[in-house]
């Protein structure tokens, strides 16, 4: 069964997405406009609640494949150009269970719903409107160089991976080349040109996290 886009576009009407590349304060941004205008806050992988638990490997292999990993230094040892392609064909295979869960929020009550979204930007401009979407980016140097100075729990558990590794300044090297293969020009440019409200992170060290919630609130016209 398929369900028409304007279908879908009528039912994630109060719903607001946030994309982009690593590092750009996607998270940080959702939960700041979260709390601010009392929205229903989707955070980084919000789906998993639920793929995780029916994934099928006939339908979604990819989100399986990581659900049947005996051992996780497979995982940081992957090929980068695998590992590149493992993001984005997830990415895809997430987003049918990301709009099924925003569709359920949305229509539980009369919140705004807003999201920290890894859907294409295709399938968005599909499945939303401009003023509902907004690209953030950083620099590849600062989605790659920085990408384990965060204190998260998955982003340590990847590092204490690597660090058990045989030959750990090996894996790191090859991870990092993965990372730069996800944050590469090629899929940086898809984001920049894909049309979106866009907002560029600095590398100057600012704040600018007040700044960008008000950018992106004006154009969400929260």
């Not at 090929?79 to 997430?94: F, G, Q, V």
């Not at 401009?130 to 990847?158: C, E, G, N, T």
């Not at 300044?169 to 898809?190: Q, T, V």
Request: aromatic share 10%; charged share 25%.
């Amino acid at each position: 069964m398929e369900i028409a886009n304007n279908i879908i576009r009528h039912y994630l009407r109060n719903v607001y997405f946030i994309t982009g590349t690593a590092y750009a304060g996607k998270s940080t941004t959702v939960r700041m406009l979260a709390d601010r205008f009392d929205m229903i806050c989707c955070g980084e992988n919000y789906h998993s609640r639920v793929s995780d638990l029916i994934a099928s490997p006939d339908a979604q292999p990819d989100i399986c494949w990581l659900g049947n990993l005996t051992d996780w230094r497979e995982f940081v040892l992957r090929s980068p150009e695998e590992y590149e392609r493992w993001i984005y064909s997830t990415a895809r295979e997430a987003a049918e269970f990301e709009i099924a869960e925003l569709i359920a929020l949305s229509g539980a009550g009369d919140k705004k719903v807003i999201a920290d979204t890894n859907i294409p930007v295709d399938i968005l401009r599909e499945i939303s409107a401009h003023h509902r979407v907004a690209v953030m980016l950083s620099p590849q140097s600062m989605s790659v160089d920085r990408f384990f100075d965060r204190s998260d729990p998955d982003k340590q558990f990847i590092l204490d991976v690597i660090r058990s590794c045989d030959d750990p300044d090996a894996a790191m090297e090859n991870y990092r080349r993965g990372l730069a293969r996800i944050n590469s020009k090629a899929h940086y440019d898809e984001y920049a040109d894909s049309g979106f409200f866009t907002v560029v992170r600095q590398e100057n060290g600012g704040d600018t996290r007040e700044a960008v919630c008000e950018a992106i609130a004006q154009h969400f016209g929260l």
